[in-house]
């Protein structure tokens, strides 16, 4: 008889962290011609158009930069945050608590010096997402409380509290929907490119990931985090303040996440709606395991993601193809780069009985 | 006892291999019917892995397995339990929320296609417990048991599933005195009934008190054999700490000098929150190694966990170098200057996945020595860790390889490079030897020589009375978490310290 056993394979070199992801999206794509075929829609004419609806004219290919810089922000939150073993899947409600500061500030900011608003709206966003995100850090470093379960329900706590404000104090006075007045103009982010919605976001989340990228590799802080990450018991008795790295990794990557929201706000939706994250959060999550946890492999990830997202419009438009077909693409991404992943650690062994 | 029957179990030349330490090597196991058969051993010396590899847990790299005279190929712990063969760990794997009925029959073959058949699952155990004089109420809830109780649960979980091999690893760790005696009138009842019973123990009154058979293994081999009633506890534990080291140890005779380390009355918890240090008191001096014997379970652990910064003690105090040390604070100790030498490198000593130079950095990479503002000087710190790589012969690919990929004895001395480092003045070293190869040992040997020459005065902690007796310019004996004797190095005897280890006291 034979079977078959998973054994624990040999580190593998160095290159194998590029071809992998890459190797995960193509056998995604290939993967996802079922659910297409199965929508009926024409295989070669539905991948034409999504990635011609994602890259084929100027508007398109800023728009696909545009959907790429929340993705971006929370893809880099979670891997921040993953690479020190803090698992906060809480970028969506850290996402929230960056957006619904902003709204608070940017509609009543009114009475400072113009240059200072836009400022202040993105540090005040930044420092809510990170606070939410410390919360969590807080009940792992000092009660021990499960941070996956935490993060998460945390999630539920915001969009709650969003609600209530929404339908309070931050609702537009006059209206009946839980919306929020419109920021001031000092509070938009400038848009950098005419006849598009190409925004000074974009750019600050590109930043994002050169700072990441020069926080993991230059400063003690990224060395400390990562040990942490590694083997914690190791790291105490190496003499890291362990608490403190986990709740400064925290709070940086719950400000990445409110950064996104902050984003969304000031150059999206200028108001606060419920609505204002179809899941960025979640999306992080896969876009940071796709990534590979690294900075660099976040971009492309987040870029890939916003691809399928913005095509999935024109594809649909054109083939009939339901948009949906954009969630079930990103969700076989992470199956696929998840197995791909173990395979990396372990291989199969096959036994003859 | 000369047995005439032929074994149940035998496993001939069996060889495994962890990475690179070798667990078993070589070893011949028989077990006869209707014994209780004791496996002697140090904690490491391949006790637990010889008996999950017939238990199918791990299946063994060389060697040969035959139970009931069939040769068997165990690949998984249903194969070993569909030969008969049953095995309770420490660690009891039962639903505390569920009755003891039901716990037993999780997992065994019992009702009709989907459908539980609780009653005559209930007969069945009835029926065990009245012929193997298990009492327990089979609709108890587990979490109502004591942890004796829960023990019994466990051995009629295997009987139920027709088992009449039972190996027990370490079953008395967890119970109180009276319920050990308990278990013993029970595993008595088990062969009784015809059942043959592997016993895994460190403790050499509890072997000498239940078992018919002794197998001694020390370093993954077997070491010595005999009928319990040829024995006794003085030669078994000279078995089991062994006498075949033939490496040659030049001391320099150097007079100590003032006490680096000093610990007064020292309490500590063990992790099940029970007394493990009762104010204990020991001084090391500058230029002098202590040699801490002991057999493991004594409190060594949490000492050495006490003085690596790891476990907070609940009483006393420490002093290095006279200033008094701040517990429970790996880093305030490592800005006292202890070297620590942890005995568990890969889980606590060591980050595995990082690189080496990653780990040689770990204690010192937020000097300013290190960093500007918090940016990493990394040339000065390739300059520190190549340097500490040739000072210390680490074969590695490089400073920047995986430090998962180095072999047991590099290990420990990427671990030696990075605590010795910073010239400690009190260095603490539990284990700091096993597992490694002859070559690795004599090394780390003589490392910690040249650092009682430089000044350092040295707590070496160690199973390994061969070890201490060559190393150690004193030797104090650690039982139940006190001091029981001490001698100095030149005038002690093997069976002064074997008596104290047993808690004898002259």
């Known amino acids: 008889m034979i079977g078959f056993r998973i054994v624990k394979r040999e580190p593998l070199p160095g290159w194998a962290k590029v071809v992998i992801p890459i190797a995960a999206i193509i056998v995604t794509l290939i993967l996802s011609a079922i659910p297409i075929l199965i929508a009926g829609g024409h295989l070669w004419k539905s991948y034409y158009y999504l990635f011609y609806g994602a890259l084929g004219t100027r508007f398109n290919l800023l728009e696909t930069f545009v959907k790429a810089s929340p993705l971006l922000l929370t893809g880099l939150a979670v891997a921040f945050a993953f690479r020190a073993k803090f698992w906060n899947i809480g970028a969506e409600g850290q996402l929230l608590a960056g957006a619904l500061t902003a709204t608070a500030l940017g509609v009543s900011l009114g009475g400072v010096p113009q240059p200072l608003v836009l400022p202040i709206v993105i540090i005040a966003g930044f420092v809510a997402g990170g606070i939410w995100a410390s919360i969590p850090a807080l009940l792992k470093t000092k009660l021990k409380v499960d941070d996956v379960v935490s993060t998460l329900l945390l999630n539920y706590v915001m969009i709650h509290i969003m609600g209530a404000l929404l339908f309070g104090p931050l609702q537009q006075p006059g209206s009946s929907w839980p919306r929020s007045s419109a920021i001031i103009k000092a509070a938009s982010y400038p848009i950098l490119l005419v006849r598009s919605r190409f925004h000074m976001g974009i750019l600050l989340s590109f930043l994002a990931v050169f700072v990441i990228w020069f926080i993991n590799k230059k400063t003690t802080f990224g060395y400390q985090s990562k040990a942490v990450g590694v083997n914690v018991r190791a790291a105490h008795f190496g003499g890291i303040n362990t608490t403190a790295v986990i709740l400064w990794t925290a709070l940086i990557s719950g400000g990445l996440a409110g950064l996104a929201g902050v984003g969304e706000l000031c150059a999206i939706q200028y108001r606060l709606i419920m609505d204002i994250s179809p899941g960025y959060g979640y999306s992080g999550i896969v876009i940071a395991m796709l990534g590979n946890l690294h900075p660099v492999g976040v971009l492309f990830s987040s870029l890939f993601f916003s691809v399928i997202i913005v095509g999935a419009q024109t594809m649909s438009r054109m083939t009939g193809v339901p948009t949906y077909i954009a969630e079930v693409i990103q969700g076989m991404a992470l199956m696929v780069m998840l197995i791909f992943l173990l395979f990396t650690e372990y291989r199969i062994r096959v036994v003859r009985k | ?506």
């Not at chain 2, 379970?297 to 000492?303: A, F, I, S, T, V």
């Not at chain 2, 006490?306 to 517990?327: A, M, N």
């Open chain 2, 1 to 506: 006892m000369a047995n005439p029957k032929q074994p149940v179990v035998r496993m001939s030349s069996i060889t495994k291999h962890f990475l690179d330490v070798t667990a078993n090597k070589n070893i011949t196991f028989n077990l006869y019917p209707g014994e209780i058969c004791a496996l002697l051993g140090e904690n490491g010396a391949g006790k637990t892995t010889l008996m999950n590899i017939l238990f199918g847990y791990y299946t063994c790299d060389e060697g040969e397995i035959f139970i009931k005279e069939e040769k068997v190929n165990l690949s998984a712990p249903k194969d070993a339990i569909s030969r008969g063969v049953g095995m309770i760990h420490q660690h009891f794997a039962l639903v505390p929320s569920q009755t003891v009925l039901e716990n037993i029959i999780i997992g065994a073959d019992s009702g009709k296609g989907i459908f539980l058949d609780l009653k005559s699952a209930r007969q069945e155990l009835l029926q065990l417990q009245e012929r193997f004089g298990l009492q327990i109420d089979p609709d108890a809830r587990v979490w109502t048991l004591s942890v004796g109780e829960q023990q019994k649960v466990e051995i009629l979980k295997a009987l139920y599933r027709e088992v009449d091999i039972l190996i027990m690893d370490e079953p008395t760790a967890v119970l109180a005195p009276a319920e050990i005696s308990d278990l013993f009138s029970t595993l008595r009842s088990l062969v009784k009934e015809g059942q043959s019973v592997v016993f895994i123990s460190h403790k050499l009154n509890e072997v000498m008190d239940i078992s018919d058979r002794i197998v001694v293994l020390r370093a993954g081999q077997v070491v010595a054999e005999k009928k319990t009633a040829d024995t006794n506890t003085r030669e078994l534990a000279s078995f089991m700490v062994g006498r075949d080291l033939l490496e040659i140890i030049e001391k320099k005779t150097l007079n100590a000098g003032q006490p680096v380390l000093e610990i007064e009355k020292l309490d500590a918890l063990n992790d099940k929150k029970l007394l493990a240090l009762k104010s204990l008191n020991l001084v090391v001096r500058q230029n002098e190694i202590l040699g801490l014997a002991g057999i493991s379970g004594n409190g060594q652990k949490e000492l050495s966990e006490v003085l690596f910064g790891i476990r907070e003690p609940i009483g006393g105090l420490i002093k290095i170098d006279g200033g008094r040390l701040k517990f429970g604070n790996p880093a305030a100790i490592i800005k006292s200057k202890i070297g620590r030498i942890p005995e568990d490198r890969i889980d606590t000593g060591l980050l595995m996945d990082l690189t080496v130079e990653e780990n040689l950095i770990l204690e010192n990479h937020s000097s300013s020595e290190f960093h500007r503002y918090g940016l990493m000087k990394s040339r000065k710190i390739h300059q520190f860790s190549e340097d500490l790589i040739s000072a210390y012969d680490i074969m590695t690919a490089g400073r920047d390889a995986v430090t998962k990929s180095l072999s047991g004895g590099n290990l420990q001395k990427v671990m030696l490079a990075r605590e010795l480092a910073g010239r400690p003045k009190a260095i603490v070293a539990s284990q700091p030897t096993r597992g490694l190869d002859v070559g690795a040992m004599e090394y780390i040997h003589q490392r910690i020589l040249q650092e009682r020459e430089r000044g350092a005065g040295i707590l070496l902690i160690s199973e390994d009375l061969d070890e201490i007796f060559a190393l150690s310019d004193r030797i104090a004996v650690l039982f139940e978490g006190a001091i029981m004797g001490e001698a100095h190095g030149e005038e002690a005897s093997r069976e002064q310290i074997g008596l104290w280890m047993s808690g004898v006291k002259k």
